[in-house]
């Protein structure tokens, strides 16, 4: 991810096919091979938040999901494994 351009057609595409449903769906979130630039962090790290009441079917492995990739953020790291 290179820019917080690079951020909002996943967020466009996770939303458009998740809203639709009206229900949680469980997901698997994979960071291999994944590394997100400085520049597109801090757009990177909002999303979940935005997904995530769309994603995940309880409230704590959202929270839980968001946690990690906040704290490797707050460590300067890609979210590569979180």
Do not use: C, K
Not at 2 to 22: F, N, S, Y
Not at 37 to 48: I, L, S
Not at 51 to 56: L, R
């Amino acid at each position: 991810m290179r820019d917080e351009l690079g951020v909002q057609p996943i967020r466009h595409a996770l939303l458009a096919r998740l809203v639709p449903l009206g229900r949680r769906v469980p997901a698997v979130v994979a960071y291999d091979n994944f590394q997100v630039q400085p520049e597109a962090m801090d757009a990177y790290v909002q999303m979940p938040t935005e997904v995530a009441p769309h994603i995940f079917e309880h409230e704590q492995e959202a929270h839980e999901h968001l946690r990690r990739i906040e704290d490797a953020a707050a460590m300067g790291i890609s979210p590569r494994s979180t």
